[in-house]
């Protein structure tokens, strides 16, 4: 969660716009239950990282000013990039071995790892190619990273990433026509990241060309061919995790790398087939497991606390220096625009963002003020939540019925926002317990909050997934997030002294 681009409020602005701020809230709390965005965390690392200078400054004599911007546009909407030197390195030596192997050797690439939780991988026609950290951690080896790389080269190599880029500039305009009639910045931003999965939106056909090719140009370099096949199936895995997590089916609007490269039993097998004509699965080739764990070792792992993070049902954002706690039950996520979260069943949501309101402005004024639709006036109440002023008040739409609160924290008004299909009594005395549990934090609390990493550990003679497991900081299912970040079945037996991931501060 970011504070920047928010808008300063004023009342007659409001009432002007009220039914078109009242459908943006609406269409986040959708949003909040049907598509979790990624979530957007920007490390800032002190200066840039050596073994990326020499490729930034390839990128100014890659791009026009056009596709700089563009370039620019998209780092920006995945945090920023991730400055890991051993990484970069590792990585960019990947890009040229599949270079030099394949149908197009001239072509430059630049590869960006993004500094995002998200799992994504894109290419742009100028040969741009883009990874998120949280890609990279999903990975096991360099066979893996290799497939994704290749495959995204592949598209650049068809032509298909010709595709990507109107698509692209489609999506920014769609996102510009709605900011300008509903007069809302963050439905704007909404717009954009939920048509960001049209950046690797191509047609079946185009994508097992993409797989064929790549799967090629992957072995030609001495990779496993197989990494694809591998790296499909965690995927998969991943996506199914996350889906039962949050209560939700999987669906086409997941915001990543899945949503467009669905690893479906189909496009495994032909994988596989694509594989067997290179290498045979007892001779596979290279894969350069303990390399790329070795410069895997303190990824930065979901969300990162310099920007927000969450732990379980609580956001904790020690820059800004507030937390807060979720309802029971409410799965988190943080985005750029807002925290946003639902319940399982899908028929509650909360959102948390930040506006500015004007001084000579009460909250109990700025919450009746217009920005949202049917407010019960006579609910409007001024109250103090930890020593912060704040007013609540109910409003109710035809579908959806709202418990707000607006707190002023610092300079800045926090809205705390919980949507409900049935707002019942029970259920707002949870959202006001809830409300209840936003406050400042300690200095000394927001010096010792650390960023989850993946650590790179040895199994020990009595180690075993479960055992590893338990050492990682996870708020559940330890045991299918360790088996599904190593690659590994359940059931597996842990060789003595293999080396493997864990997640941890």
């Known amino acids: ?126 040969g741009s190619l883009y990874i998120t950290r949280g890609l990279l951690a ?101 996506s199914s995790l996350k889906s039962t997590s949050i209560g939700q089916t999987s669906t086409p609007d997941n915001a990543d790398f899945l949503a467009s490269h669905p690893a479906t039993p189909e496009r495994i097998s032909i994988v596989m087939a694509n594989a067997r004509e290179y290498a045979s699965p007892d001779k596979p080739g290279e894969r350069d497991r303990k390399q790329y764990l070795a410069a895997l070792d303190g990824l930065v792992y979901g969300d990162d606390p310099k920007e927000g993070f969450i732990r379980g049902s609580r956001f904790f954002h020690p820059k800004l220096g507030f937390t807060f706690t979720a309802p029971q039950g409410f799965t988190l996520e943080n985005t750029s625009q807002a925290v946003l979260g639902a319940s ?6 909360l959102r948390l963002d930040a506006v500015r309101v004007t ?23 001024s109250l103090v939540l930890n020593g912060f002023p704040a007013a609540t008040a109910v409003a109710r739409g035809e579908q959806w019925s709202f418990r707000m609160f607006a707190i002023r924290f610092g300079s800045d008004v926090y809205r705390l926002i919980f949507a409900a299909r049935d707002l019942t009594p029970e259920l707002d005395r ?31 003679l009595t180690d075993t997934p479960e055992k590893l497991a338990a050492r990682m900081d996870v708020p559940d299912r330890a045991l299918d997030r360790f088996l599904i970040i190593n690659g590994l079945a359940r059931g597996a037996k842990l060789p003595y002294g293999e080396q493997v991931k864990i997640i941890s501060e």
């Open 1 to 126: 969660m970011r504070t920047a681009g928010r808008q300063e409020t004023r009342p007659e602005a409001a009432r002007g716009s009220g039914y078109r701020l009242r459908r943006s809230i609406s269409l986040a709390f959708i949003a909040g239950i049907s598509l979790f965005a990624a979530a957007c965390a920007s490390l800032n690392e002190p200066g840039e990282p050596k073994a990326s200078a020499s490729a930034e400054l390839a990128l100014e004599e890659m791009l026009t000013p056009a596709q700089r911007k563009e370039h620019e546009r998209l780092v920006a909407s995945y945090g920023g990039i991730y400055g890991d030197p051993k990484l970069q390195a590792l990585i960019q030596s990947i890009v040229t071995r599949l270079v030099a192997a394949s149908e197009r050797p001239d072509q430059r690439y630049r590869v960006t790892i993004l500094n995002s939780p998200a799992i994504n991988a894109f290419a742009l026609p100028n």
């Open 430 to 460: 949870q959202f006001r317990a809830a409300a209840e549990t936003f406050r400042r934090v300690s200095i000394e609390e927001a010096e010792n909050v650390k960023p989850l990493r993946l650590r790179i550990v040895t199994v020990g």
């Open 344 to 349: 399982s069943s899908g028929r509650e949501a």
């Open 359 to 381: 001084g000579d402005q009460s909250l109990g004024q700025y919450l009746s003020s217009g920005w949202i639709d049917g407010v019960e006036i006579s609910s409007v109440e």
């Open 138 to 238: 999903l990975a096991s080896d360099n066979s893996e990273i290799a497939s994704v790389l290749a495959h995204e080269m592949a598209h650049v190599i068809a032509n298909h990433a010709a595709t990507r880029e109107d698509q692209m500039k489609q999506a920014v305009l769609v996102s510009r026509v709605i900011s300008d009639v509903v007069n809302d910045s963050d439905l704007g931003a909404l717009a954009l990241a939920r048509s960001r999965i049209s950046l690797a939106s191509f047609s079946r056909g185009q994508e097992l060309e993409a797989d064929a090719i790549g799967v090629g140009i992957s072995a030609r370099a001495g990779f496993d061919p197989y990494g694809a096949e591998r790296f499909l199936t965690v995927m998969g895995e991943q």
